[in-house]
């Protein structure tokens, strides 16, 4: 029998050799608790199941296979690198491999067609008519993506419904261009023809309109109704398109030129309410529209969308600076001919000595202007009545700038993030107004833009044209301020290069300021010049005033310019609203005095406003030069 004890045997022969690892064992039969440590060297006894030896061989190559995975020189490329842009880059080259090899069923084959040659079938004219009329059906089916029709020699781009852009391969088609051009033209001219309408009749309300205030009263509904309606505009834009909303906005104002045709004040307020919805509506929907131009043409043409929104929107204000001539150049030739063939009626009659600043708020004087509109009628019963006239060459306008949105203009699906609630929206806009410092520091600005157009809207051609000269003049001096308008925001635009915006800026606050110096100062007289003086300077300072604002909103709010602008026309409502209420009882002078007051404060911060945007330039440009 032989015993051993701890691998010595008994009788004394030489022991056997030891092992040449002592790694784990994964036998079955564990005699020296070498694996499991609970034989203690005592060689107990202990038995492996196939089943525990099964589960610890795939425990250790999921192990295995797990080190393997996380090693450094296995792992990915961009942890290979330390770089972290040259990780980013050939993640790029990556991805547009896998986008350049994989499967395009989409693909254009035209170019490849013309150069393959062919065997020649012999097909009767009509299955070769049926076979093209069914692939061409076939293809429409499958995409609806711009694609070209190869059966004639011209290019047919098939465009999406709510889409001006209707390639995105990199190529511009002429077609593409000429879509952006037509769209664009056509809401210029209908804002053309529709505002030099509205303007023409708020330059004569105050004269036409004089009992009981009722002209002042009603274009203070419109704009009040329009700083109302800038807040829940894009809801309704969002649920209509903005195409729509232009169409809606358009028919309120015909339906309150037409109240024009009877003024009371049961015809006149509730149309006047019903144009500022629609004022509200047609601003708000106009700037949706336009920035969607302007991203559609920026994705077509591989621009800078900043550019693209300077050049639209410099375009439509252009454009939109001419109707105070148009529409006054309406009225000054229909009511000239009035007054010429009225011989009763003679500017001497009129008093000018409580013109100006001494009309001491009784505006009795200005029935000379509702006195023409009836003389015409009165003493020549042959004829239409003057009122009719105006009032239908009006409605004409405004009629066919309806027609040109309603059928000529495109549907592009313009909309005010379609994707955030009213409330949401309305906070928005409130929050920018308020919580935006530089935009926070433009506020009393555009209230003051608004405030000095309702001055030279109601006040100046109220006291000053028609009290010393005639209502028929109020058309002449208003197509001098339009001009001086126009040609102002050209030469400011061209300059802008040249010239900073500081200068320009003060140069139009020392001559608003000297102006209003010498309203209160000047006794009117009979001298055409010096009324047609003053309204060119007017409307230099008020061409300033508008391409400083605009220039700085574009500057400063490039993240929302949608929602900036329509704050913008909401503002400038306020003031225009404030400056329609405050003729109805403040004197000329006070109101003379309280513009004075706030241009200077919108000078001082818009100056603010100018060092903060410096500021931030400056930082951007120092961050630049570090990183270069």
């Known amino acids: 029998m032989d015993l051993r004890v701890d691998g010595y045997s008994c009788e004394g022969g030489p022991p056997p050799p030891e092992p040449r690892s002592r790694k784990m064992s994964l036998s079955p039969w564990d005699m020296g608790g ?65 986008k350049a090899t994989r499967k395009i069923e989409d693909v254009e084959l035209e170019s490849f067609q013309n150069r393959l040659t062919a065997p020649e079938l012999a097909l009767k004219p009509g299955e070769v008519q ?38 995105e391969d990199g190529t511009i088609a002429p077609f593409v261009v000429f879509t952006f051009k037509k769209n664009l033209v056509l809401i210029c001219i209908s804002f053309i023809l529709t505002f030099s309408a509205f303007c023409a009749i708020q330059n004569l309300q105050s004269s036409i309109n004089s009992e009981g205030y009722l002209g002042i009263i009603c274009m203070s509904c419109v704009h009040g109704m329009m700083l109302v309606t800038c807040l829940a505009a894009p809801s309704i834009i969002n649920k209509l398109t903005a195409k729509w909303a232009l169409a809606l906005g358009m028919f309120c104002d015909i339906v309150w030129v037409g109240a024009n045709f009877h003024p009371l004040f049961y ?219 126009v040609l102002s925001s050209v030469m400011v635009a061209l300059c802008a290069k040249y010239i900073p915006r500081e200068v320009v800026l003060g140069f139009g606050g020392v001559v608003h300021i000297g102006l209003m110096i010498g309203f209160l100062i000047w006794i009117p007289e009979k001298n055409l010049l010096i009324f047609f003086i003053l309204a060119a300077s007017w409307g230099v300072c008020d061409a300033v005033w508008q391409t400083q604002c605009n220039t700085l909103i574009c500057l400063t709010c490039l993240d929302e310019p949608d929602v900036a602008f329509a704050n913008y026309r909401m503002l400038q409502s306020f003031g225009l609203t404030i400056a329609f209420a405050f003729g109805t ?44």
């Open 34 to 98: 070498i694996s499991s440590g609970i034989g203690m060297g005592f060689g107990l006894y202990r038995p492996r199941r196939p089943s525990y030896l099964y589960a610890t061989q795939v425990n250790r190559q999921r192990s295995e296979s797990y080190r393997h995975a996380v090693r450094r020189e296995n792992a990915d490329v961009l942890e290979q690198t330390d770089d972290f842009i040259d990780g980013m880059l050939q993640r790029k080259r990556k991805e547009s491999y896998m």
């Open 130 to 167: 049926r076979n093209s009329s069914l692939v061409s059906n076939s293809t429409k089916k499958e995409r609806r993506k711009p694609k070209r029709d190869t059966r004639n020699s011209h290019v047919v781009f098939q465009e999406p419904e709510e889409s001006a852009c209707p390639s």
């Open 267 to 485: 015809t006149l307020i509730p149309s006047a309410l019903l144009a500022g919805f629609g004022q509200g509506i047609l601003w708000r929907a106009e700037v949706s529209y336009i920035l969607k131009l302007a991203f559609d043409s920026a994705r077509v043409r591989k621009d800078i969308l900043e550019y693209e929104i300077f050049r639209f929107h410099g375009i439509f204000l252009a454009c939109f600076q001419t109707t105070h001539i148009w529409g006054n150049l309406i009225s000054s030739l229909i009511l000239s001919t009035s007054s010429k063939k009225s011989p009763t009626l003679k500017i001497d009659d009129v008093q000018t000595n409580q013109c100006g600043v001494l009309d001491s708020c009784s505006h009795d004087n200005v029935l000379y202007g509702k006195h023409l509109l009836q003389s015409n009628k009165d003493e020549h019963n042959e004829e239409p009545d003057l009122l009719y006239k105006l009032m239908g060459a009006y409605i004409v306008l405004g009629f066919v700038g309806f027609l040109l949105i309603l059928l000529f203009l495109d549907k592009i699906g313009a909309r005010v993030d379609p994707e955030k609630s009213a409330y949401e929206l309305i906070c928005q806009h409130v929050s920018l107004m308020f919580s935006h410092k530089t935009f926070r520091l433009l506020i009393p600005l555009l209230v003051f833009t608004g405030l000095q157009q309702g001055f030279i809207y109601a006040d100046f051609n109220r006291s000053y044209v028609t009290c010393t000269l005639g209502i028929d003049y109020v058309g002449y001096c208003m197509i001098t301020m339009g001009l001086a308008n």
């Open 585 to 628: 009882f403040m004197c000329v002078a006070a109101q003379l005095y309280l513009l004075m007051t706030l241009l200077v404060v919108a000078i001082m911060c818009y100056v603010l406003a100018e060092y903060k945007v410096r500021q931030t330039d400056s930082e951007n440009n120092s961050f630049d030069d570090e990183r270069h």
